[in-house]
């Protein structure tokens, strides 16, 4: 190895380290731009699963909306028919929304064969609910169990966007709010809505109703906690927020609380039911309309902080990439005067070199350097002049 690169020229060599240095700034280079490229990725990714999210939450909406509704029409209320037709013309709508989302950002058959199922069974729903042939109990259950599967393909559109994972505290917590806390606080209190509707319709309630209503209460009072606790926690990481939801948050914090209160006070507590099942149901779809609206303001301040990520990442991945780029170019540059430098001395030194042996002494020598390469050419037009004396003593001697 030693006597291949012994015998290797001046260029060569240089070249030769050259190449190992590029090798070994080659890596960490990749790295880094590898880091910051999934960065960006990431932030694509995430920024992919808020069409589909937004999706869903309008479908949750509407579905909530047509079991309260249709538990209302199956109880015997007829002037609600005509509304929940139209809210089931919505529903269809949504569902197209959200296939043509699904399938514009988050090409996942998981995702499209959940999505396809929601749609066929709300298909049999609706078709039971207008022609009556479904009890106001049992349209309660498959409602309940069609936005059920709803709040997973949410959840499931949340874990493979990669919302799920998303490192700023800011965001992080309006995740948590708007696509998961919120949602389920609106299912709670709209199951309260359904339920409660029936049972003012019928005007009686039984123990395990009661029951099972302040079961919905609970949920709801916790779903109201965590989706309130995160929105107070993404105001303090990010203070600009407050300005963007502070006035709908405070409205549905309001519109929530008088929700929560309503199915205990005008039935679990009450003696009879003597309160009228409209206004219970206007109070509720209220509270819940709260917290929908909340949902569009803060999720489309989340779009916003999401897509201005992608913005800000791409920018630190091209200005990495330009770093390195200027970097790389200074670096060869440098490399290349260095080793024109100094393989042009030494050049020049090994001509002078074999003309000095061949006895001319008439080459004018001139360093232009003042490093070692330099010297050595200084040392040699001196010894070039040592032995021009030289000769000339010689002959005057003779």
């Known amino acids: 190895m030693q006597g291949f690169i012994a015998n290797l020229r001046m260029w060569q060599k240089f070249t030769l380290v050259g190449l190992f240095g590029v090798v070994?700034?080659?890596?960490?280079?990749?790295?880094?731009?590898?880091?910051?490229?999934?960065?960006?990725?990431?932030?694509?990714?995430?920024?992919?699963?808020?069409?589909?999210?937004?999706?869903?939450?309008?479908?949750?909406?509407?579905?909530?909306?047509?079991?309260?509704?249709?538990?209302?029409?199956?109880?015997g209320n007829n002037s609600l028919g005509q509304t929940r037709k139209g809210k089931q013309a919505e529903l269809e709508q949504a569902l197209g929304k959200l296939s043509a989302a699904l399938s514009d950002s988050l090409e996942e058959a998981a995702l499209t064969a959940q999505a396809n199922k929601i749609k066929q069974d709300w298909q049999t729903l609706a078709a039971a609910v207008s022609s009556q042939t479904i009890s106001a109990q049992d349209s309660l259950q498959q409602h309940t169990q069609l936005v059920a599967q709803q709040l997973a393909l949410l959840e499931n559109i949340v874990d493979i966007s990669g919302l799920a994972l998303d490192p700023d505290a800011a965001s992080h917590h309006m995740i948590s709010a708007v696509l998961g806390d919120l949602p389920q606080l609106t299912e709670n209190l709209g199951q309260a809505r359904a339920l409660g509707s029936t049972l003012l319709t019928r005007g009686e309630a039984a123990a395990a109703d009661k029951v099972r209503l302040n079961v919905q209460g609970s949920l709801a009072q916790y779903g109201f906690d965590n989706a309130y606790s995160s929105f107070n926690k993404a105001m303090v990481a990010s203070p600009g927020l407050k300005t963007i939801i502070d006035k709908p948050l405070t409205a549905a914090r309001i519109a929530a609380e008088q929700g929560l209160r309503l199915p205990s006070d005008k039935i679990v507590q009450a003696e009879q039911l003597n309160f009228s099942p409209d206004e219970y149901f206007s109070v509720m779809t209220k509270a819940i309309d709260a917290q929908f609206d909340l949902i569009t303001v803060a999720f489309n301040a989340l779009g916003e902080m999401l897509s201005q990520r992608v913005q800000d990442r791409q920018q630190m991945l091209w200005a990495v990439a330009g770093v390195i780029a200027v970097l790389s170019l200074l670096a060869l540059w440098f490399a290349v005067q260095v080793t024109r430098s100094m393989v042009g001395t030494i050049g020049r030194s090994l001509n002078i070199a074999q003309r000095v042996a061949s006895g001319d002494l008439t080459s004018t020598i001139q360093a232009r350097s003042t490093d070692e390469t330099g010297q050595l050419l200084q040392a040699l037009g001196d010894m070039n002049s040592s032995l021009i004396n030289i000769v000339a003593q010689v002959r005057m001697g003779t």
Do not use: C, W, Y
């Open 24 to 75: 070994m700034l080659a890596i960490p280079t990749a790295l880094v731009v590898k880091a910051n490229l999934d960065s960006v990725n990431a932030a694509h990714a995430e920024e992919a699963g808020i069409g589909p999210s937004g999706a869903v939450l309008r479908l949750i909406q509407l579905t909530q909306q047509h079991r309260g509704l249709s538990a209302g029409f199956l109880a």
